[in-house]
């Protein structure tokens, strides 16, 4: 038995920050800077009381909404997210009673960022083809806007929040191929959340320092660019020749690539880096910025409902980023 993408649904907050709203808030830069260095023009933002869980809660919803499955019928939800709602309980197990999915679900967190989507595809299809499971719902949803600082005019114009539902199904057909995995951890200083855990914990010290950004009470993100550019320029090109060499593929036989949305200036060197003509290669990220773990799902499924990417074609799908982490597959569609 094979693993299959069988559809996806997402959801994106009813907030839009727009790149004149920031040049509004960042004088001396203007859109067109903006959009040139970063692919985006608008990105979503969730209110203050809305987190990762409920973004994924309000894209499963939508997906029994548009697509004929019954909530009976998934054994598995496997949820993605660096933003949980809690140490413990899994949220997970928390999604899985909101969503009245049956109590013989299994359920598990990941919690993953920019590589997630990829990581929830191995895991799935690992418990599809070992028999443990048939359908498989795969959530991925995260609020960066919620860890950046109003200040931070670099990462507020690459970040929005989103959820990602995405169904794996058992198939007779081929569908999801082999992975490459790669991690650095040298580097995971490069791009890192800071008080956001039990290694660096938040404090009334920090919550007073911050006190005019709200506390940054979720943690604060800090990105060195140059080193996660250079990192992605590095390993993303060697990873797609390790796929296409497990895979037996040339790199013409793959119809598209679908990669982690994680700023449109870097995607494109990597895509003239590879030569990969641009028709083949799905830059999605204008109307709702870097994502995080939902990105390739919501690129996907656009591309899909445009027309663009059907039925039958081989896409490439890799993910890199935080971690430093990188991973890819082939998907038959």
Not at 28 to 37: A, I, P, T, V
Not at 131 to 156: F, M, W, Y
Request: charged share 25%.
């Amino acid at each position: 038995m094979n693993a299959n993408i069988k559809a996806i649904s997402y959801y994106l907050p009813d907030k839009i920050i727009s790149n004149r709203d920031l040049c509004n808030e960042f004088p001396g830069l203007n859109e067109d800077e903006f959009f040139r260095s970063s692919g985006v023009r608008f990105r979503h933002i969730s209110p203050p009381d809305e987190i990762g869980s409920d973004m994924a809660f309000y894209a499963a919803e939508r997906f029994f909404e548009e697509h004929p499955v019954r909530k009976e019928d998934i054994d598995f939800l496997l949820f993605c997210t660096e933003g949980l709602d809690y140490k413990a309980p899994a949220s997970s197990c928390i999604l899985q009673h909101r969503l009245g999915l049956l109590k013989n679900c299994g359920t598990l967190d990941i919690p993953y960022g920019c590589t997630g989507f990829v990581y929830g595809l191995s895991v799935a299809k690992g418990l599809i083809e070992s028999g443990q499971a048939k359908n498989i719902l795969l959530l991925t949803a995260d609020v960066p806007s919620k860890v950046i600082h109003p200040d931070d005019a670099e990462l507020r114009t690459i970040f929005g929040d989103g959820g990602a539902t995405t169904l794996i199904t058992a198939s007779e057909k081929k569908g999801i191929g082999q992975f490459v995995f790669g991690t650095d951890g040298s580097g995971s200083g490069h791009l890192i959340v800071r008080r956001s855990g039990a290694r660096e914990f938040m404090t009334k010290e920090w919550l007073e320092q911050y006190k005019d950004a709200g506390g940054m009470k979720w943690g604060k993100m800090e990105m060195n660019s140059n080193k996660i550019f250079l990192f992605a320029v590095r390993v993303v090109p060697a990873m797609i020749k390790e796929i296409l060499e497990k895979e037996n593929l040339s790199l013409e036989e793959i119809d598209f690539f679908v990669f982690h949305q994680a700023n449109a200036q870097l995607l494109e060197v990597i895509r003239k880096k590879m030569k990969i003509p641009s028709v083949k290669f799905i830059i999605d990220m204008e109307n709702c910025g870097n994502t995080v773990s939902a990105t390739i799902p919501i690129a996907l499924k656009n591309a899909m409902d445009k027309g663009i990417i059907s039925r039958g074609r081989k896409v490439m799908c890799c993910g890199f980023g935080i971690g430093l982490s990188w991973a890819g597959t082939v998907i038959d569609l």
